[in-house]
């Protein structure tokens, strides 16, 4: 069975841009989450989705946005990128129970 | 806000060596989850703990969840240096929510 799938695996952006990252989660698997790791630390919490509604949100500016897809799918959206936003952005998929599976991840690199 | 402290922060030891990994909260969690982690790639989930007191083992690995379910160990015997990489763990206060990830313990096993 396939794992979570990200895309793409590699970006760099210039600062200002527009940037979109996709997710798929695991067969049956309805709640999508999305991370941001800056290197060297923990993940830190952005969005999570769950039947396509949004249950959750963390400390992040409103340039982050996200959507879920009627066929569970993620998109997380960062507009007028900083420098600062250079991390590795990982989703993850669950069941809804306590486990999440992560995805290889994107390496946003904005210069 | 519920935060994870892990330590030690950096461990390199020699193979043969048995070695333990503290994450320590003041916050109560519902479930506890361990993960590790090779550079850019995505956290791979090696084990979740729900139940206070709670011991898991895997294979060299063995978990354990506190009994007010504030803390958990990872205990590894006989380390070898496939071992290697970054150890998180990551909290949950609920079902199908978002997880609260510690700073990590960065493994290194060397011949």
């Known amino acids: 069975d396939a794992g979570v799938t990200q895309s793409p695996t590699h970006l760099i952006k210039t600062r200002g841009q527009h940037v979109t990252l996709r997710c798929s989660p695991i067969s049956g698997h309805k709640s999508v989450s999305w991370y941001q790791q800056v290197l060297g630390q923990g993940p830190q919490f952005i969005f999570q989705?769950?039947?396509?509604?949004?249950?959750g949100r963390g400390n992040f500016p409103d340039r982050f946005s996200a959507r879920q897809f009627p066929n569970y799918s993620s998109e997380l959206n960062v507009n007028a990128l900083l420098l600062g936003d250079s991390a590795l952005y990982l989703c993850?998929?669950?069941?809804?129970?306590?486990?999440?599976?992560f995805g290889p991840g994107t390496r946003l690199t904005v210069l | 806000t519920q935060l994870l402290e892990q330590s030690p922060q950096f461990l390199s030891i020699q193979e043969g060596e048995n070695l333990t990994v503290y994450c320590n909260s003041s916050s109560v969690f519902s479930s506890l989850q361990w993960y590790r982690q090779e550079p850019g790639e995505g956290p791979v989930l090696l084990v979740t703990?729900?139940?206070?007191?709670e011991v898991k083992k895997l294979k060299r690995l063995t978990f354990q969840f506190g009994d007010a379910r504030k803390d958990s160990s990872l205990h590894i015997t006989a380390a070898q240096p496939g071992d290697t990489g970054l150890y998180l763990c990551?909290?949950?206060?609920?079902?199908?929510?978002?997880?609260?990830f510690g700073t990590g313990t960065r493994l290194q096993v060397t011949l």
């Open positions: 993850a998929s669950s069941l809804g129970e306590y486990t999440q599976y």
């Open positions: 990551a909290g949950a206060p609920g079902t199908a929510s978002k997880l609260t």
């Open positions: 989705y769950y039947e396509k509604e949004e249950r």
């Open positions: 703990v729900v139940t206070g007191g």
